[in-house]
């Protein structure tokens, strides 16, 4: 999956753009008026293969005045149970491919479960998999494409609503507001010295700190995202090649995937492929290695 935001969005996926395509999920967000920013949270299930959907959401929720909560699919479904009744979410997004850890975590909550459920179908090959209510593709074309999206009043208002993993108590929530957010993705791209126009290729997951914020970065650079169904090295090498991707983030376990890629996966960079990772320091002999095959590392 490819696409291309400016401000607002454009789309190569669809005739028409992604500024009207977030306008008119944000327009048929089903949430009465008149309700809190802090009730109303929209929790979004969903992994790799909606990429495209993941970031069309981190603008829709906000401009539909809502708060996004996106959930790691890694967890089981009594932690995601946990999130759901924590958060209060009135909206659930599902991925058709978690449609079952869903309908489990939803049994746990012993019908306190979201309002509205919505069923997010695979877009290039769609399955006919249904869930809930909603199917995410007809939510979006019931939308108003005229919809200006709701205004923030004020900078300390929620935009996003995370957890932690849950690995040694219960998931704890972590409130981005439009402020923390905003200062989070200018930070980055001037220290990573994101010029204009960037390719950048989605191997972090987007539930990860949305993305380390990159999923509104990347549209204030008037990039190029480029969504990847799985993190292999056939597909990652495929990509940069193919689209000639400029940025990426990743956890260094991706170094090691590109490194043991066999000869017929891989593909010849040629220009550097800025890299930003977190955590743990890699050892420097992994960043020598790396940085022999064209990549350029930020940690």
Known sequence: MLFMPTVPLLSMRAPASHGVKHMNVAAASPIPSGTSTLEKTMSCLCWLQTFLLYHEMHFAVPMAGAVLNAINTRLDAKSIATILSHSGAKLFFVDYQYVELASEALRLLNGAAPSIIACIDDTDTPTGVRFGQLEYEQLAQSGNPGYTGELVQDEWDPIALNYTSGTTSAPKGVVYSHRGAYLSTL?????????????????????????????????????????????????????????????MCCAPIVFNILLEAKPHERREITS???????????????LQNIERLGFHVTH
């Open 187 to 247: 930070s980055l791209i001037l220290g990573w010295e994101m010029g204009n126009a960037p390719v950048y290729l989605w191997s972090l997951p987007m539930y990860h700190c949305n993305g380390w914020t990159f999923t509104w970065g990347v549209a204030a650079r008037g990039g190029t995202n480029v969504c990847l169904r799985s993190t292999t090295a056939k597909d990652v090498y495929h990509n940069i090649a193919e689209h000639s991707v400029t940025h």
């Open 272 to 286: 550097p492929v800025e890299i930003l990772t977190g955590g743990a320091p890699p050892p420097p002999s992994l």
